[in-house]
């Protein structure tokens, strides 16, 4: 990075490393990826999909069987039966997916008790605990005449917030025995107790083997289907509650888990990594790929990091090695959201051509703001390009460039278009001599492309002031610009004791060119329905930015130009935008309203409804849609302004009483006005919470509107408590910093859009 843009220079990596480690950490400690985890497993296992090995066969208590036998849970004589046919059938294995605590039947617990002692080969099942992390422990083994003659097995597990499982145990321990699992039973695995492994969902749950216990009962299956294989009985009916999710399959039932993880150990020993070393490697090439200078070489390191990341523990998972990768996708997000970050903030802010910052570059130098500012302006910039061969203008900034940083090497320059450089000085320092030293470098042609240019250079110096650094750096151009005017080398410019006298004198002028050359533009508030929660519309409000001076405020350009009788250009063309905004909106099925300030002067306008009508036409709106807002303060009780808003409302157009409450707050002046909607001033709205008054002034307002059979919009609410105490109030309509400042067309147009997503779904 040269001295040229080291004000752009980019933060040191090891700080934003360092930064990225402590956060993926502290995510991987506190689990926060875990749903994200399991999406992501769940997706993985549809690359891997396999069938079941076969070995193990399932007797499905299903609805079936709950048909044929009875309501569950059956007299343990069928379970005696079952017991009887499956030894018959020759199943290597018996296994019984639910709990036999406690005595039922005599004769039907001593025909079972009979059916395991003839049988030698029924695993019964244990249960230790059950239900989500940090369920309550229940202890719940089979009968001691039913051990006598059978193994027990444990058939508890945890489930997540999704009523999947997760992690299967090798083996609880109970009352200081060792029980293994159903599956590390079934799977012929030794664990300890405590220690858990991950089943492999991405086997097809529909290819494990399996028939209806009422064809067992009944005697009608295929006996050398089960002939040396293990069997596990248990319940898949939906009536039974014995339900779970399968990840990537769905709801099925539980004695499918003991299943799936029997086939996961038959095949092997799953390992689990955690997240832990895959945070470090990914930690790792982010540090290679922020030391790259090229922006697409970074990107491309983590664009293939995060692929790795995605994809690569599908073929580790299909050999039952398990990884954790939220965490490090999380590091990898940070790392590259703050690399766009900075190259968004770069963009723009380096002058092409001569690799200096802009003078956009300077408006965003915080340093700066509590510094002196100089701008040099080269007078006769654009007259020696113009005579200088092509691409030569980077020699010639380079004369300039040495000149201006002559003795002090370590100043950042700025460059803006027409030989204009700008940089910030201490502002305790005199700035006369060094100036002076400065103009008289200039005196001696510079060369460049063999040819000797004379330059003509001024300076203007802006001491600091509390307004930006656009109005700063426009000030220390106007004092250059004066000290070429009066022959003078440099001149110093102080806001805080000028007076802008010619701006207040042009102000009316330049507002009725800058609406016709684009610099007055409209911002839209949005409205929020309080029933609803939904954006129903949004106020048209005018803004100017001018080229020079920046935001105008509102309250500056509105004011004069109604004071002087010329608000009729700017309430048309905010009208015009407005309309045309709103009919676009209410075009894509978005219902939305807009509403814009009408001056009272304007009630005078005979051919005021004639242009609004024909805008409405144009545009195609209801005129429903538009609503005027009438300042309560605006002197309308004259017959021929009563006139003007008895004929708006007969076009179909709203009107609405602004700032009501600062005025003339009378039942008198609401009876004249028909007017379709009062708003209360944010004076009043914003102290509701706090001020006894203004919330009983508010809350007499609400009930007063709706009696009338209007509705009621308040303005400036900001804050969360303000805004529910309205809807509590059953205010209509809010407005306000805290439901959204004012935005461009397109911002609010994306915001319903989402809105209204969020609402459909």
Known sequence: MTKRNQTLAEPAPWKLLLWTAVASLIFGLIGFGEIAEDYLRSARNTLHWHKASGDIVLVKIDDKSLRDVGRWPWPRRYHAELTDALTRAGAKRIFFDFTFFGPTNPDD?????????????????????????????????????FTRHAKVGAISWQYNYQNAVWRLPYAMEWQGQTVPSFA??????????????????????????????????????????????????????NTSGDQYFLPGTGQMGGVYVHVIGAETLKRGSPTYLGWLGCALLTLCVAAIAVTRRRTSHRMAILGAAALVLLLGPAFLEARLIFVDITPALFALAIVSIALLRRRFRQQGLVNPVSDLPNLTALRSDREGRSRALVAARVLNFEEILATLPPNSERALVDQIVSRLTLGTSRRVLYQGDGGIFAWFEDARQPFGNHLEALHALFRNPARVEGLSIDLSITFGVEVGSGRSLANRLASALVAAEEAAHD?????????????????????????????????????????????????????????????????????????????????????????????????????????????????????????????????????????????????ETAAVADGEGLEMIARLRDLGVNISIDDYGTGMSTLEYLKKIPASELKIDQSFVKGIVDNRSDRLMVQSTIGLAHSLGRRVVAEGVEQRDVLQLLTEMECDVAQGFVIGRPMSLESLAKRIAAERKRSAA
Request: charged share 20%; aromatic share 6%.
């Open 487 to 631: 022959g003078l080398k440099w001149k110093y410019h102080d806001p805080e004791t000028l007076e802008d006298a010619s701006w207040k004198l042009s102000i009316l002028s330049q507002l009725d060119e800058a609406i016709d050359r684009g610099e007055v533009w409209v911002a839209y508030q949005p409205k929020l329905d309080l029933a609803t929660r939904r954006i129903i519309g949004a106020e048209a409000l005018a803004r100017w930015t001018h080229p020079q001076k920046g935001p105008i405020a509102a309250s500056e350009f509105v004011a004069a130009a109604e004071q002087h009788g010329r608000i009729g250009k700017l309430t048309d063309f905010v009208l015009a935008e407005a309309v045309a905004a709103a009919a676009q909106i209410n075009k894509r099925g978005l219902p939305f309203d807009v509403a814009v300030n009408l001056s009272a002067r304007l009630l005078t306008d005979k051919g005021f409804t004639l242009r609004l009508s024909a805008l409405l036409a144009r545009h195609s709106l209801p005129p429903a849609h538009l609503t005027l807002e009438l300042t």
């Open 184 to 237: 590390a039973l079934l799977g012929e695995r030794q664990g300890q107790a405590g220690d858990t492994f991950i089943p492999d969902y991405s086997l097809d749950p529909t290819t494990i083997p399996s028939v209806s216990a009422a064809d067992v009962l009944q005697g009608v299956f295929d006996a050398r289907s089960l002939r040396g294989k293990d069997v596990i009985v248990g319940p898949t009916s």
């Open 109 to 145: 617990d001593s025909a079972f008790a009979e059916a395991l002692e003839r049988s030698q080969r029924v695993v019964l099942a244990a249960r230790t605990r059950q239900g989500p992390r940090g369920g309550a422990i229940q202890h719940s083994m089979p009968m001691p005449i």
